[in-house]
Structure formats: structure tokens, C-alpha cells
């Protein structure tokens, strides 16, 4: 376990103080670490908005169904994990489940799903919002020549929904990425937990703050980037 | 277009009920919409229903396909109840066709997509098959032309004969329509009317909501008037315009009448 916040430097590396002004060498002699720090963010950051994204619309699929109990699930969940602070969350995870039942997941997989869960919540309330943009009409039509609820939702009310869901999921993803630092702290390899390695070895924190804060930002870019794209398509297809 | 003469011989009664109200009452809160309604339409019957706002006409014709729920009484379609929320009552919404006020064309699918989407999505037909009849139902409503468009580059008539279409493309066995003409311009109106008769001509079972005499005298075989919830009168479209019975008949035609 080593969440505990450090005191003091630790124990500096005698060796490695000669690099410690020049802060492109910090990167350089670590760079193995640090891609993998980066691949370690990315990847847990796709994973987890790919369950959030899967997890979030089942759940808005459920607070707008005419099946009291699924609403009432849907609900509870939202009002759980969208209130809940996130680092509580892992806590919990880490220390509290295994107590009643040892599923002995590693960290990666504990990290995947606090943050799949968390942000499932967010996306819930994003589509559901999206949703409720699309006209009644819509929905009453696809119902009156004998579509499903799921079909109703699924072909006509969803994609409908999709271009006014895409900014809020772009900020929500965006979170994401940021908030799977916490993860480092709870020794997951990525990008956050890389700098903790090398400032405990006594480079100079300021510099690798730098790094690991480009690295977040080729992320989020990416992110935005990508749903920019997504919006501009969407607006040319009608 | 010739003179619309449609047959309008009276149905012998109870030959073949179609669509079956059976005491059927509604509320909205405290608000008594559906009192004791009994109706009963008849195969190939045309029933127009007619009334001041807020009678419970909009409220009757969703019923009748379940997007409203009712709190007592009996409704079935061709002797089969309306069954709970769930695929059975899907399958008999598909029997029902329903054409609203605001068209409701699903505004992200083109007009032949609008009418092949209930054929492949819920009566499973072939893709090819489903265009195949969507285009000759476009055709048939007039609109054929437009089959690429998005609903928004239509015109409310022409949106409004799209629905009709998608309607149709689920062969049901009787159509609703909520003042199909409403929400038009009057100069798209007759247009609308003309692919309703035609449908009428053609032995549809029909429960039409409209203010439009015209049609009511020409294609309708029985008029309902309904005021407070109620059902006030019934009677054959020259006999309730010319000779109402009931106050509240005269006095609501006196009111429309005079425009
Ligand atoms: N979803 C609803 N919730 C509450 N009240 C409603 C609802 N829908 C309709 N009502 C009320 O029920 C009454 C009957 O409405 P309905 O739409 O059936 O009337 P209508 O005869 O179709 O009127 P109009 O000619 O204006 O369309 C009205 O007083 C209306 O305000
Ligand atoms: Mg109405």
C-alpha cells in the first residue's frame, strides 16, 4: 500500500542528482517509464470510457423505461456514484470489499472499475438529458407502428440524442483522464504514478509535473479533438 | 380529381366489430377525460369524431393504441384485448396505424426510411421487399419524388401524406387520425384529405378526429360528438350537420359554422 503521503524526499539517489537541473535528461533516461506511464493512462482511460459509455447508456435506457423497477436501479446508481467522491470510491475498492468478499482483482482491473462506475454515472445524466431533448412525437410515433421500447430508443430516439450528448461526454472523458491519476496513487502504472517514482529518487518535482501535465494534455487534446471531429461529421450527415 | 361520392350505407350493426370501447373511463388527475365511453367501429367503418377542445377526442384516439393508458373499462381490437406494455402490445399497435397533428416523421431518417423502418424493424420484411412497398405507397399518397429527402425539406402536406404512408406500409387493420389537417396550411389541406378519401373508397376501417365538414360529410359513414368526455351523439354525417340533436351539438356547430 502507498497512498501514504510521502514526507521528506526519501532517500536521494546520489547518482542520478547530476540530471537534476537539466529537465529534458529526466525525461530522456526515464523515457521507457514514462511511456509506460502514458500507455498505462491511455489505456485505462479507453478502457473506462468504453465501459462508462456502455454502462451509462443502459443506465439512461433504464431511467426512461416504463418499468418502475429498472427506473428505481437507475436512479439509486446515479444518485450513489455521481455523489460520491472518487477517491472514497477507490478506497472502498481497495480496502473495504475485499473485507466482505476477495474477488482478487489486480489494481488495473480494481482501477477499470471504480472509474467505469463513476463515470457511468455522469454519462447516465448526460444522455438522459439528451433524450429528454428529443420531442415526444418522436418517440410516440416509433411506438404507435409497433417499435419496442428498445427499438424506440435504440432507432429513433438515441441517434437523435447523440449531437446534443457529444459536448457534455467530451468534458466527461476529459475527467476521466484526469481522474485515473488517482489510480497512480494506488500503484497502477501510469503517467501520475511515474512522477512519484522519480520524485521519491529526488528529481526535482517541478520539472517532471511539466512532463507528466504535457503528457495529460496530448490526451485530453486527443479527446477533444476526436469529438470535434465526431460533432462536425454528425453535423454534415443532414 | 372527380367528385368524392363515397357509398355510405349504413353498417349492419355488431357484423363485424373492429375496434370495441367498452366503458372504458380515463382520468388525468382530478380531471374526468374518458366517462363511460362505448363505441364500437365496424370494419371498413369511417367514424369521424368531432368536439370543442379539450372533450378527450386526442385522449380516445391514444387510447385506442395504448399510448395512454386507461383506468377502468375494456378496449379491443378485433376481439383480442389491448394487452400490457411489452412486445404483445407492439405487435397490436402495428395493427394500428396512427397519424398525428405534428406528422411526427422521425426527423433523422430520409421519407423512404420513414416508411420502411416498421416493415424490416417490426414485421421483419426484406430490405428490398420494404422499399419496394415504401415507394409504391409514396407513389400512392403523391409524394414519391421526395423519397430522399430528410422530413424537414418537406412541405406539412407532403410531411403529412408521408405519414399516412408510414402508416400504411404496416398494413393495419384501422387507421387513427388526430385533426390530420390541423397543423396545415390551407392550401395543403385538400391534399391531405384527398389521400384520406381515397383510403376511405378503399374500405379502410377509419377513426379520424377532424373539424373538416367536408370530409365528414363525404367520406365519414357515422359522426360522434363528444363534449366533457362524454359521447353526446351519434348519428350519419347529413343527419347530425343539418339536424343535431342535442344542445351542445348545435351549439358547437353553430360556433364552427359560422367560420
Ligand atoms: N398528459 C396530460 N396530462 C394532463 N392533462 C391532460 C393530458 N393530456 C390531455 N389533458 C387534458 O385532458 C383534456 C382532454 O384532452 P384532449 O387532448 O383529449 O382533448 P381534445 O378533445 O383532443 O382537444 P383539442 O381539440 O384541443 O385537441 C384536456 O383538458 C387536456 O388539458
Ligand atoms: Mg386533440
Known amino acids: ?238 | 380529381m372527380t367528385e368524392v361520392s363515397v357509398t355510405k350505407d349504413a353498417i349492419p350493426p355488431g357484423a363485424d366489430d373492429l375496434v370495441v370501447l367498452k366503458n372504458v373511463n380515463k382520468h388525468f388527475g382530478a380531471l374526468h377525460v374518458l366517462q363511460d365511453i362505448d363505441l364500437t367501429i365496424a370494419r371498413g367503418e369511417v367514424v369521424v369524431v368531432i368536439g370543442p377542445s379539450g372533450s378527450g377526442k386526442s385522449t380516445l384516439c391514444r387510447a385506442i393504441n395504448r399510448l395512454e393508458t386507461i383506468d377502468s373499462g375494456d378496449i379491443s381490437i378485433d376481439g383480442k384485448p389491448l394487452p400490457q406494455e411489452g412486445k404483445e402490445l407492439a405487435r397490436l399497435r402495428a395493427d394500428v396505424g396512427m397519424v398525428f397533428q405534428s406528422f411526427n416523421l422521425f426527423a433523422h431518417k430520409t421519407v423512404l426510411e420513414n416508411v420502411t423502418l416498421g416493415q424490416t424493424k417490426v414485421r421483419k420484411t426484406g430490405k428490398a421487399e420494404a422499399e419496394e412497398k415504401a415507394r409504391r405507397l409514396l407513389d400512392r399518397v403523391g409524394v414519391a419524388a421526395q423519397a430522399d429527402k430528410y422530413p424537414a425539406q418537406l412541405s406539412g402536406g407532403q410531411q403529412q401524406r408521408v405519414a399516412i404512408a408510414r402508416a400504411l406500409a404496416m398494413d393495419p387493420k384501422v387507421m387513427l387520425f388526430d385533426e390530420p389537417t390541423s397543423a396545415l396550411d390551407p392550401e395543403m389541406i385538400n391534399e391531405v384529405l384527398e389521400v384520406m378519401q381515397q383510403l376511405a373508397r378503399d374500405g379502410m376501417t377509419m377513426i379520424v378526429v377532424t373539424h373538416e365538414m367536408g370530409f365528414a360529410r363525404s367520406a365519414a359513414n357515422r359522426v360522434v360528438f363528444m363534449a366533457d368526455g362524454r359521447i353526446v351523439e351519434e348519428a350519419v354525417p347529413d343527419q347530425f350537420f343539418s339536424n343535431p340533436r342535442s344542445d351542445r351539438a348545435k351549439d358547437f356547430l353553430s360556433k364552427i359554422l359560422k367560420h
Request: net charge neutral.
Open chain 1, 1 to 238: 500500500m502507498r497512498i501514504a503521503v510521502r514526507t521528506g524526499a526519501g532517500a536521494p539517489c546520489p547518482t542520478t542528482a547530476a540530471h537534476e537541473d537539466i529537465p529534458v535528461n529526466v525525461l530522456l533516461d526515464h523515457l521507457a517509464e514514462f511511456r509506460e506511464g502514458f500507455i498505462g493512462t491511455v489505456w485505462l482511460t479507453v478502457a473506462s470510457s468504453v465501459l462508462a459509455l456502455l454502462l451509462g447508456v443502459v443506465l439512461a435506457g433504464f431511467r426512461v423505461s416504463p418499468v418502475p423497477p429498472l427506473r428505481f436501479f437507475g436512479a439509486a446508481w446515479v444518485t450513489l456514484f455521481r455523489n460520491t467522491p472518487l477517491t472514497l470510491l477507490f478506497l472502498t475498492i481497495w480496502f473495504a470489499v475485499p473485507q466482505v468478499f476477495d474477488f482478487g482483482f489486480d489494481p488495473w482491473t480494481k482501477a477499470l472499475i471504480v472509474l467505469s462506475v463513476y463515470t457511468s454515472s455522469f454519462v447516465c445524466e448526460a444522455v438522459r438529458s439528451g433524450i429528454n431533448t428529443v420531442p415526444l412525437g418522436q418517440a410516440e410515433a416509433a411506438r404507435s407502428i409497433g417499435m419496442t421500447f428498445f427499438q424506440t430508443l435504440g432507432s429513433i430516439v438515441l441517434p437523435q440524442a447523440v449531437r446534443t450528448v457529444l459536448p457534455p461526454l467530451s468534458s466527461i472523458f476529459i475527467a476521466l483522464t484526469k481522474n485515473s491519476a488517482i489510480a497512480g496513487a494506488f500503484s497502477v502504472t501510469e503517467l501520475f504514478g511515474w512522477q512519484k517514482v522519480l520524485s521519491d529518487q529526488g528529481f526535482a518535482i517541478a520539472w517532471l509535473f511539466l512532463w507528466v501535465a504535457l503528457g495529460y494534455l496530448v490526451i485530453t487534446f486527443t479527446i477533444s479533438g476526436l469529438f470535434r471531429l465526431l460533432e462536425r461529421s454528425l453535423e454534415v450527415a443532414r
